[in-house]
């Protein structure tokens, strides 16, 4: 990859994301696995927080020295809750200043600020979009953070962003469904997610005024909640276990294993016999910016030519599954499964097909996109 980026501006990317809209009251959220460790700022002495670290001295100390003022808005405060330990779980309300308050995340944060950055381990977008959406504040989550991050999906112009996803949008909008074909070990795999010939969706890293939303940073891809999904797809295992998952009636029910560890499947299929929501399938995605890859799925998910499915809460991003339908609140996430050469080499995508209309369209080959798409783009 040979795009350069220009350097990082804080600046510039507040004002693009959340654009003209007179003075606002903006402050930092951090998750800690003791939040107290926020007094005195004593974190930035662990080794563990270097995403948190990222989040005080880019975005607290640059709005301490002048940032905030040159928006002509006000705050700039950063306070920690305590880590929830899964992507998109809820978190505790308690959380503590710097002072070593301790405060509510809901009286003394959600309904006193108008922008809420979450510079985070773990994704918070899910629970502070259904917060923004019920009280009118508007934000950013940023977690994983790093300097790779800094350095080019912050620091890109995100009005071309959205250009670009636009573009790839209306492409794909409307589609009754997509095959998706793996091939994994000598074998071959196709999901088929039907969407239902709905809207498509678009994360471009805009957040404008009067709409409460909390945008998920680096932004940049399109995607769908799908309406059922069948067939089956591979999936590796955070151990590097590499598994089958089969799907019917738009969920997981069982996985197989591939290679690796017996033990981390069995315990995947506990899971979805336990608690069968957790293997519903909430979303299909397709990233659109030419972006380095980061280590991070944060940033990774959103390079064009990737592709992702997830499974768990889907409220978020307009779908029904909402933590109160799962058995057991620590189950209440939402899981992307990135799918790209550098996350997945052991997994390639020969094939990704939209149908809509009567007509099928090759969109993505050998996780490139086809020239459907590149004509989209033209």
């Known amino acids: ?92 309300d308690v959380a503590f200043d710097p002072q070593g308050n301790q405060i509510s995340l809901e009286h003394d944060v959600y309904r006193k600020y108008d922008i809420i950055l979450c510079i985070s381990t773990y994704s918070a977008t899910a629970p502070l979009t259904a917060w923004a959406k019920q009280i009118g504040f508007r934000g950013a989550t940023l977690h994983g953070l790093n300097d790779i991050i800094l350095s080019s999906g912050l620091a890109v112009d995100y009005n071309e962003i959205s250009k670009e996803a636009e573009k790839l949008r209306s492409a794909l909008t409307r589609a009754d469904e997509f095959e998706i074909d793996y091939e994994v070990d000598g074998r071959w795999l196709t999901l088929k997610l039907l969407c239902g010939q709905q809207e498509a969706q678009k994360s471009h890293g805009l957040c404008p005024p009067d709409e409460p939303d909390v945008a998920n940073l680096p932004a940049g891809e399109v995607y769908f909640v799908p309406t059922g999904a069948e067939g089956q797809f591979p999936m590796k295992y955070s151990d590097g276990t590499l598994g089958v998952m089969n799907v019917r009636e738009g969920r997981i029910h069982e996985a197989e294993l591939i290679s690796g560890s017996d033990e981390t499947v069995q315990a995947h299929n506990e899971k979805l016999k336990d608690d069968p929501v957790t293997g519903e399938l909430g979303e299909l995605g397709f990233g659109t910016q030419e972006l380095p890859v980061s280590g991070r799925d944060i940033q990774d998910e959103k390079i064009r030519g990737t592709i992702h499915v997830a499974t768990g809460r889907s409220d978020h991003l307009g779908g029904n599954l909402t933590p109160d339908r799962f058995s057991k609140k620590n189950n209440a996430t939402h899981d992307d499964i990135l799918f790209a050469p550098h996350k997945t080499p052991e997994i390639n995508i020969p094939q990704v097909r939209m149908r809509r209309d009567g007509q099928t369209t090759v969109i993505l080959e050998n996780y490139r996109t086809a020239p459907y798409l590149e004509n989209a783009l033209a």
């Open 1 to 92: 990859m040979d795009k350069t980026f220009p350097p990082f501006d804080l600046k510039r990317l507040m004002s693009t994301v959340f654009g003209s809209a007179g003075e606002q009251r903006v402050c930092i959220l951090i998750d800690l696995d003791d939040p107290r460790d926020i007094k005195d700022f004593a974190f930035l002495n662990d080794d563990r927080y270097s995403i948190q670290r990222h989040g005080h001295e880019k975005f607290y100390r640059a709005f301490q020295e002048g940032v905030l003022q040159e928006l002509g808005w006000t705050g700039g405060e950063m306070f920690a809750y305590e880590v929830t330990g899964g992507s998109n779980l809820d978190m505790d």
